[in-house]
């Protein structure tokens, strides 16, 4: 399978015009995770989870203990990033910028992994499967990274038997390790992060969600996705259903705001490429300041 190595090479041009600007060290900071990873020092054994790298297996240990048993090393900072991003016809959309909005999701985690990676941290990615979650593992380097951005952009905006919330549960559930999660979703997908699925993550867990601007549903060219067609003049150009468009809009991203400040999290829109490195940059300073929702 051949990849597209246009992604990569995009994000590096985006990025060395923004560092001649500001610093891109994102991950500086106070961040609660548990900062472990490979270097000479080793600190502990644990039993294996998923993620976790084969070639720490410590094969003496486990036959002694009848359990699978892996090697920790200390490091001075190694995060690990997990990336939750949303997959669905949907996604076929635009945004109000006139851009596609799996293709915006694939650029934002290309980005943000690509500069994570820079300061030192593994990354990975989860997103719907058809019956599971679809769950790489964390590494570091720029094949590792292109690999997942070609997997996503393949699968992102294609019909899946999974839910959004369904591989948050199962990122929790198998992944035991500490993490800072994005999560990256639309305006739908918003709208299903309740209270228990945001505080089980930030029991633990570094939570910034990315909500993925949408277009509206009125206007000149509004296409039905999922029907394949123009939508009718009369309902495209209707100022009643614009103005309650507008307020469950309002009411979805304030309801939103609000679970997420409780929690100590954070959250931005973008609707564009040119918004990725500096939104991503302001919601990890708001983050570092306390400034929450």
Same mark, same amino acid.
């Given at each position: 399978?051949?990849?597209?190595?246009?992604?990569?090479?995009?994000?590096?041009?985006?990025?060395?015009?923004?560092?001649?600007?500001?610093? #891109?060290?994102?991950?500086? +900071?106070?961040?609660?995770?548990?900062?472990? /990873?490979?270097?000479?020092?080793?600190?502990?054994?644990?039993?294996?989870? @998923?993620?976790?790298?084969?070639?720490?297996?410590?094969?003496?240990?486990?036959?002694?203990?009848?359990?699978?048993?892996?090697?920790?090393?200390?490091?001075?900072?190694?995060?690990?990033?997990?990336?939750?991003?949303?997959?669905?016809?949907?996604?076929? +959309?635009?945004?109000?910028?006139?851009?596609?909005?799996?293709?915006?999701?694939?650029?934002?985690?290309?980005?943000?992994?690509?500069? &994570? +990676?820079?300061? +030192?941290?593994?990354?990975?990615?989860?997103?719907?499967?058809?019956?599971?979650?679809?769950?790489?593992?964390?590494?570091? /380097?720029?094949?590792?990274? $292109?690999?997942?951005? @070609?997997?996503?952009?393949?699968?992102?905006?294609?019909? &899946? /038997?999974?839910?959004?919330?369904?591989?948050?549960?199962?990122?929790?559930?198998?992944?035991?390790?500490?993490?800072?999660?994005?999560?990256?979703?639309?305006?739908?997908?918003?709208?299903?992060?309740?209270?228990?699925?945001?505080?089980?993550?930030?029991?633990?867990?570094?939570?910034?969600?990315?909500?993925?601007?949408?277009?509206?549903?009125? /206007?000149?060219?509004?296409?039905?996705?999922?029907?394949?067609?123009? $939508?009718?003049?009369?309902?495209?150009?209707?100022?009643?259903?614009?103005? $309650?468009?507008?307020?469950?809009?309002?009411?979805?991203?304030?309801?939103?705001?609000?679970?997420?400040?409780?929690?100590?999290?954070?959250? &931005?829109?973008?609707?564009?490429?040119?918004?990725?490195?500096? #939104?991503?940059?302001?919601?990890?300073?708001?983050?570092?300041?306390?400034?929450?929702?």
């Amino acid at each position: 399978m051949m990849i597209d190595y246009e992604y990569l090479s995009r994000i590096r041009r985006a990025v060395a015009l923004y560092t001649k600007r500001k610093t #891109s060290n994102i991950l500086d +900071g106070d961040f609660h995770s548990l900062h472990r /990873g490979r270097s000479m020092e080793f600190d502990d054994l644990k039993e294996y989870a @998923y993620g976790d790298d084969v070639h720490d297996i410590d094969w003496k240990s486990s036959s002694r203990m009848g359990t699978i048993l892996v090697r920790r090393y200390m490091t001075d900072r190694r995060h690990n990033v997990m990336f939750i991003c949303d997959r669905g016809p949907g996604l076929l +959309g635009d945004t109000t910028r006139g851009e596609n909005k799996c293709r915006l999701i694939s650029m934002t985690f290309g980005t943000v992994a690509y500069l &994570c +990676g820079r300061n +030192g941290a593994d990354v990975a990615i989860a997103y719907p499967g058809e019956r599971s979650a679809t769950v790489s593992l964390f590494k570091s /380097g720029s094949d590792h990274l $292109e690999r997942l951005m @070609y997997d996503y952009a393949q699968r992102g905006a294609t019909e &899946c /038997g999974y839910s959004l919330t369904d591989t948050v549960k199962e990122v929790l559930d198998t992944i035991h390790k500490r993490m800072i999660i994005f999560i990256m979703t639309d305006m739908e997908g918003l709208s299903k992060l309740d209270e228990g699925i945001v505080s089980s993550i930030t029991r633990e867990h570094d939570l910034f969600v990315v909500n993925i601007d949408d277009a509206y549903l009125t /206007g000149d060219n509004v296409f039905d996705s999922e029907r394949s067609r123009y $939508e009718r003049f009369f309902l495209s150009h209707s100022r009643r259903l614009y103005q $309650e468009e507008v307020r469950i809009r309002s009411s979805i991203l304030e309801n939103t705001s609000e679970i997420l400040k409780r929690n100590k999290a954070v959250m &931005c829109t973008i609707s564009c490429e040119e918004e990725i490195i500096d #939104s991503t940059i302001a919601l990890f300073e708001r983050y570092r300041n306390g400034n929450f929702g």
